[in-house]
């Protein structure tokens, strides 16, 4: 499951419009996962988050990590593979039988996966209330591992 990318309606954010989820970790524990939105950098409401998030003080390795998708995903399907801000800032800690009722749509490359993961910790030495130790260490392990990988 990990690297998989969903399209996911979630209703309480993004006024349930779907967009692309990468499935960042999963934990076997409890059966859920830390999955980060993508955005279209032409998208209105994206960049005015982004603005905003700025204003409190984020950095930009803090909120996004800009990617062709074109370049950082496999896609099983048909879908507009175009320039996008992955909004680690937005992440979300869902179950993964949640995710899995979305539409799987590809496959994130190690290359993409090992910026998320290295965005998603620089948030959370920022805000430490955000993300759990365990998962900020599942985090670190997975970005030596992807560092170790040739692919990526």
């Known amino acids: ?49 982004i603005g905003l998030a700025r204003q409190d003080g984020l950095e930009d390795d803090q909120i996004f990590v800009q990617l062709d998708n074109a370049q950082y995903i496999d896609f099983t399907c048909h879908f507009p593979a ?30 993409g996966m090992h910026e998320i993961a290295k965005r998603l910790i620089a948030l959370a030495e920022t805000d430490p209330r955000g993300l759990s130790r365990n998962a900020v260490k599942a985090l670190r392990n997975l970005v030596k591992v992807l560092e170790l990988d040739p692919a990526s």
Not at 43 to 49: C, D, Q, R, W
Request: proline share 5%; glycine share 8%.
């Open 1 to 49: 499951m990990q690297g998989s990318v969903y399209q996911l309606a979630l209703s309480d954010v993004d006024d349930g419009n779907p967009h692309p989820h990468v499935v960042v970790i999963t934990f076997s524990g409890n059966r859920d996962c830390i999955v980060v939105p993508a955005y279209s950098v032409d998208g209105f409401k994206i960049n005015e988050y």
């Open 82 to 111: 175009k320039e996008a801000f992955w909004c680690t800032a937005r992440y979300r800690r869902l179950s993964q039988h949640a995710v899995q009722q979305g539409k799987r749509i590809g496959q994130m490359k190690p290359a």
